[in-house]
């Protein structure tokens, strides 16, 4: 059985749905220190001049190393409106923003206490949307060691670094955007503009996205 270990991820890019595919258990990790400037909460989407980090606020810890379980989601500079302004934004011309937007609207709308509790529910969302079973479960501590069928993905999906040095499993197989003949192909977005700009071929993209070996 092959294993993967993410980290917990806001409308994850590309590069961590292919792992969701790939893989036969994934484990998303709860006792990492949480750190910002990272997919915990933050996506990258495509507005028409390029690409948007959209990040949900955190409520300041008690103390400098709090655990991913433990962070809450703030109400600061009413970001659930904003985010939903720009991702209606930037992909209501998409082919299926439509067909989807009452699906991930609500997410704007309730107020959820926990940023795991956030990420968790959206990626259920989007795994049936796209049509994938992943077996997912959360940690019960934090591994350090790691067996030969286990990958450490955690801290390699990870918006400052580049994926064609830290993941040499995943191809970003190009797909349709909106914006493509202004901006070229931007790879490994948020999931959310593969699944707008292509609907129910976004489970093929994800499979071409894998190196041949693992598909």
């Keep these: 059985m092959r294993i993967a270990y993410l980290s917990s991820a806001y409308l994850a890019p590309v590069e961590y749905y292919t792992k969701l595919l790939e893989y036969d258990k994934i484990y998303v990790e709860q006792h990492d220190h949480y750190i910002k400037q990272t997919y915990r909460n933050r996506?990258?989407?495509?507005?028409?001049?390029?690409?948007?980090?959209?990040?949900?606020p955190t409520v300041k810890p008690?103390?400098?190393?709090?655990?991913?379980?433990?962070?809450?989601?703030?109400?600061?500079?009413?970001?659930?409106?904003?985010?939903?302004?720009?991702?209606?934004?930037?992909?209501n011309s998409t082919p299926y923003f439509e067909y989807y937007k009452d699906d991930f609207r609500p997410f704007y709308e309730k107020k959820y206490e926990f940023l795991a509790d956030f990420n968790e529910e959206i990626c259920q969302l989007v795994c049936k949307l796209i049509d994938i079973q992943p077996c997912i479960e959360r940690t019960t501590e934090y591994k350090m060691e790691f067996a030969t069928e286990e990958a450490d993905f955690r801290e390699i999906i990870h918006p400052k670094k580049d994926f064609s040095l830290e993941d040499p499993d995943f191809?970003?197989?190009?797909?349709?955007?909106?914006?493509?003949?202004?901006?070229?192909?931007?790879?490994?977005?948020?999931?959310?503009?593969?699944?707008f700009n292509m609907g129910p071929e976004s489970l093929l993209v994800l499979q071409q996205s894998n190196k041949p070996e693992h598909r």
């Design 43 to 56: 996506c990258t989407i495509a507005g028409p001049d390029g690409e948007l980090a959209l990040s949900i």
């Design 62 to 91: 008690d103390t400098l190393k709090c655990p991913m379980k433990d962070i809450r989601i703030s109400d600061h500079g009413n970001w659930r409106h904003l985010h939903w302004n720009a991702i209606e934004s930037a992909y």
């Design 171 to 195: 191809s970003p197989q190009p797909y349709y955007q909106v914006f493509q003949e202004r901006l070229g192909f931007l790879p490994n977005l948020s999931i959310i503009d593969l699944l």
